[in-house]
């Protein structure tokens, strides 16, 4: 049987660990040939390039760095000879009040979390054609932040669904989607580690427990494939009911 995304490249910006090597994983496993970006952990993007049969493309680029980012599409598209689908998972959390929070932290959230975002984009749409697929991993926080600390991390989420919009506008006439999926606390190294903290946060979920990276990338692998080419412009929740 013809998997959904065979003959389909698909880039993941940060996918050696967490949601990101899930979707890496998902992709993959749904035929698509996949490049991901890391930036420090080598060994669990070659770890994640070892498991996978075909192996994926593993390029270290710093989403920090607009350049970087760039070539990593650039490099994508080199290897593979076209892009389909772009996947923006990668994404920091630097706790802070708002009297401690310093400009480096603020700057490099605003980085990672929003400024790379847009100009992968850019990058590329340059080479997609009808039927591309554009897939940022926002977040639940840009509808209700819940706890005090996270303001530039939410500011910075809340910012992926502005850009979701603004660019489903742009990109539409040329037949490439852009969505935005808002996850909630999900089970990877940027859940709360803090056990009093972590219950807090399990307590407000309908579902009563985190989400699994492996569910985040099965709605990726949805707006991604063939049955979601009528879906532009919007941010999906998938938090097992923490706002609801
Ligand atoms: N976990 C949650 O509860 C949750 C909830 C809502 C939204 N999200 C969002 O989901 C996405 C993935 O989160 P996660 O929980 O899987 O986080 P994670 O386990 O901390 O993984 C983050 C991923 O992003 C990559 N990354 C971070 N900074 C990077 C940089 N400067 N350049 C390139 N890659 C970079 C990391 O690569 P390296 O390891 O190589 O640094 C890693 O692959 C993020 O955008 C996050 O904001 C997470």
């Known amino acids: 049987m013809t998997k959904p995304l065979s003959r389909k490249v698909a880039l993941v910006a940060g996918g050696s660990r967490g949601i990101g090597a899930a979707i890496v994983r998902r992709?993959?496993?749904?035929?698509?040939?996949?490049?991901?970006?890391?930036?420090?952990?080598?060994?669990?993007?070659?770890d994640l390039v070892a498991s996978l049969e075909g192996q994926p493309l593993a390029i270290k680029a710093d989403s920090a760095d607009p350049e970087a980012v760039q070539r990593a599409v650039a490099t994508t598209v080199e290897h593979f000879g076209r892009l389909d689908i772009l996947v923006n998972n990668a994404g920091i959390l630097i706790h802070g009040m708002v009297d401690d929070v310093s400009v480096a932290d603020f700057d490099k959230m605003v980085a990672v979390n929003m400024r790379a975002v847009f100009f992968a984009i850019q990058a590329a749409v340059r080479s997609m054609g009808e039927g591309g697929r554009v897939i940022t991993i926002g977040s639940v926080v840009a509808d209700r932040t819940g706890f005090p600390g996270s303001s530039i991390y939410s500011m910075t989420k809340a910012a992926i669904t502005g850009l979701t919009r603004g660019l489903a506008r742009d990109l539409g006439p040329r037949g490439i989607t852009v969505n935005n999926v808002q996850p909630g606390p999900t089970a990877t190294d940027m859940a709360p580690t803090d056990p009093a903290l972590a219950e807090k946060v399990r307590s407000l979920i309908a579902l009563g427990r985190l989400g699994e990276d492996r569910e985040i990338a099965?709605?990726?692998?949805?707006?991604?494939?063939?049955?979601?080419g009528f879906i532009t412009g919007s941010s999906l929740t998938i938090d097992g009911g923490y706002l609801a």
């Open 27 to 46: 992709l993959h496993t749904d035929g698509a040939a996949v490049a991901f970006t890391y930036i420090s952990s080598a060994a669990r993007a070659e």
């Open 218 to 228: 099965g709605l990726v692998a949805y707006l991604a494939g063939p049955d979601s």
